[in-house]
Nanobody, 120 residues
Framework: VQLQASGGGLVQAGGSLRLSCATS????????MGWFRQAPGKEREFVAG????????SYAGSVKGRFTISRDNAKNTVYLLMNTLKPEDTAVYYC??????????????WGQGTQVTVSS
């Protein structure tokens, strides 16, 4: 089972990035998926979560209104569109698969992470 995160990079404050998490090895089409991030010296934190059919989403307060999570089950991919990026969004972003709930790092599977760096 693999979760391959991509799309990270260096962007100026106010810019946008779209992260992708491509899954393989098993289907996650019936599972909650999530994005999390970990900044240097900090614990991993919840960013956004999405239910199996996209009907329910949840966001951390710090990203609400700027980030949008979505999924395409036909492509086995989860996305995170990040707008109006701020320097404090700088972190390694991870996707989690088969998550038991929103808001917690209780996912059964994890990707390798993709670095997002926002310059001021």
């Amino acid at each position: 089972v693999q979760l391959q995160a991509s799309g990270g990079g260096l962007v100026q404050a106010g810019g946008s990035l779209r992260l992708s998490c491509a899954t393989s090895g098993r289907s996650f089409s019936s599972n909650t998926m999530g994005w999390f991030r970990q900044a240097p010296g900090k614990e991993r934190e919840f960013v956004a979560g999405i239910s199996w059919n996209g009907g329910s989403t949840s966001y951390a307060g710090s990203v609400k209104g700027r980030f949008t999570i979505s999924r395409d089950n036909a492509k086995n991919t989860v996305y995170l569109l990040m707008n109006t990026l701020k320097p404090e969004d700088t972190a390694v972003y991870y996707c989690g698969g088969d998550c038991r709930s929103f808001g917690r790092s209780d996912c059964a599977y994890w990707g390798q992470g993709t670095q997002v760096t926002v310059s001021s």
